[in-house]
């Protein structure tokens, strides 16, 4: 079954420096997506993407953060001054054109297995 | 604003003993609800998504029902391995649209 692959799958980092989390998108997807998960807390939406560009941005998505689609396979996010409450899991997910139509389960809403950041 | 609220926050059941997982929802206009099963550590991973009220699904020993305000995850003779936190999500109209999360609910099975 195709998947959502994210590396690294754990990252440290000084608070103040720049990471860079990256995600290889299920080939065939169009819309683009990160999530974040603070430990103990709801998974919460951060952005959208597609057509290269944001389609939409949560509240969270402020000036230190950034996506990128480098190239035909990466989608990459960017969180330029890390603080410690950036600490948590960050999810990728990617989605395609529905084709309820011809009785498929779901939209192919797909998640990978994360990213945990850790700022210190 | 979308919601959505999961009950109870957690419970424990024996191998073999049957329940349900509650999902509440309030939407402007549902393109579809959401059935992830996460384990410790993990992504979200895809189980059902139900477009329509008593429209339901199954996949082994899970049946997910929707109606206008609420979802249902039944559990059928559990087995310890469907120990995990399940999370309900829903996304309004729009191609693209985000999903909005519960808090989830961690099921703890017994053997």
């Known amino acids: 079954e195709p998947e959502v692959t994210q590396t690294p799958s754990h990252q440290v980092t000084q608070m103040g420096q720049e990471v860079i989390l990256r995600c290889v998108p299920i080939?065939?997807?169009?819309?683009f997506y990160w999530y974040r998960q603070i430990l103990g807390q709801k998974v919460e939406f951060l952005v959208s993407?597609?057509?290269?560009?944001?389609?939409?941005k949560s509240e969270i998505f402020d000036d230190q953060f950034s996506v990128e689609r480098p190239d035909g396979s990466n989608f990459t996010l960017k969180i330029r001054s890390t603080k410690l409450e950036d600490s948590a899991m960050y999810f990728c997910?990617?989605?395609?054109?529905?084709?309820?139509?011809?009785?498929?389960?779901?939209?192919?809403?797909?998640f990978g297995s994360g990213t945990r950041l850790t700022v210190v | 604003e979308d919601q959505v609220t999961q009950s109870p926050e957690a419970l424990r059941l024996q191998e073999g003993e049957s329940s349900s997982l509650n999902c509440s929802y309030t939407?402007?206009?549902?393109?579809?609800l959401f059935w992830y099963r996460q384990d410790p550590g993990k992504g979200p991973e895809f189980l059902f998504t139900?477009?329509?009220a008593g429209e339901e699904k199954e996949k082994e020993r899970l049946k997910a029902t929707l109606t206008k305000k609420e979802s249902f995850l039944h559990i059928t003779a559990p087995k310890p391995e469907d120990s995990a936190t399940y999370l309900c999500?829903?996304?309004?109209?729009?191609?693209?649209?985000?999903?909005?999360f519960g808090k989830g609910i961690t099921l703890s099975v017994r053997p």
């Open positions: 080939s065939n997807h169009l819309y």
């Open positions: 997910a990617s989605s395609g054109v529905t084709n309820r139509d011809r009785g498929a389960s779901h939209y192919g809403y797909t």
């Open positions: 993407f597609y057509n290269n560009e944001i389609s939409e």
């Open positions: 939407v402007s206009g549902l393109r579809g």
């Open positions: 139900l477009y329509s």
């Open positions: 999500a829903v996304q309004h109209t729009g191609a693209n649209s985000k999903l909005t």
